[in-house]
């Protein structure tokens, strides 16, 4: 069952502009991370947040968490054109413990 | 440390043949995963592994074989391919279990079955 769906599923930006990705999740939450994802390779992770956390930042990377709104949003400040790549949360609910990916948000930086 | 990798990058079967993927990691971990993803499905787990000699099913184990024999290794196996197995195959490892951890990537294996 699918937990996290990111919204939207595909978000196309020129450089310097900021870039918002959003999660929802359906049950409650005990940690959401999200991860980058480049043409052709493998998944790497950003950024985790815990359910008693509403922002965290790393770098140009803002997210923040929302959980009586069961969502969360990935910000991209100045974005270049490296940050070209997919964008995943990945969560569960309580009980089940594994990571349960989203679709994913394709971004594309344009020049 | 190379991290996760994983043999082969690329594989192309015919229907019913058989092959198996594997899947190192030097980072020690106790826990392995197998996903598969395709387009509009995002990834989705076959099956994962909480330590060296265990194996457990995940949300598409369906025509897939695992072993874990060694902690550093996790192959994942396609006894009769089939079609609808075409997709690209992701290994992942982590050192906890669950939610708070978080997990490394291989680059992937692309499996077409003609």
């Known amino acids: 069952s699918q937990q996290g769906e990111e919204d939207p599923q595909a978000l196309s930006i020129q450089e310097g502009e900021n870039a918002t990705m959003n999660c929802s999740y359906k049950t409650s939450i005990n940690n959401l991370q999200w991860y980058r994802q480049n043409s052709g390779r493998g998944l790497v992770h950003l950024i985790l947040i815990r359910s008693n956390e509403r922002e965290k930042h790393s770098g140009r990377l803002r997210v923040t968490l929302d959980t009586s709104k069961k969502s969360s949003s990935l910000l991209i400040t100045a974005s270049r054109a490296a940050d070209t790549a997919s964008y995943f949360c990945?969560?569960?609910?309580?009980?089940?413990?594994?990571?349960?990916f989203g679709q994913g948000t394709r971004l594309t930086i344009n020049p | 440390n190379a991290g996760v990798t994983q043999t082969p990058k690329f594989r192309v079967l015919k229907t019913g043949q058989s092959m198996t993927l594997l899947c190192a990691q030097d980072?020690?971990?106790?826990?392995m995963y197998w996903y598969r993803q395709d387009p509009g499905m995002g990834l989705r787990l076959i099956h994962y592994?909480?330590?060296?000699?265990?194996?457990a099913k995940g949300e598409v184990p369906d025509g897939y074989n695992v072993s874990r024999l060694k902690k550093q290794n996790f192959l994942l196996g396609l006894e009769s391919a089939a079609p609808s197995q075409t997709s690209v195959y992701f290994c992942?490892?982590?050192?906890?279990?669950?939610?708070?951890?978080?997990?490394?990537f291989g680059p992937g294996t692309r499996l077409t079955v003609t």
């Open positions: 592994s909480v330590g060296e000699g265990t194996t």
């Open positions: 992942a490892s982590s050192y906890g279990w669950g939610q708070r951890y978080e997990q490394y």
């Open positions: 980072m020690n971990h106790e826990y």
């Open positions: 990945a969560t569960d609910g309580p009980r089940a413990q594994k990571l349960v």
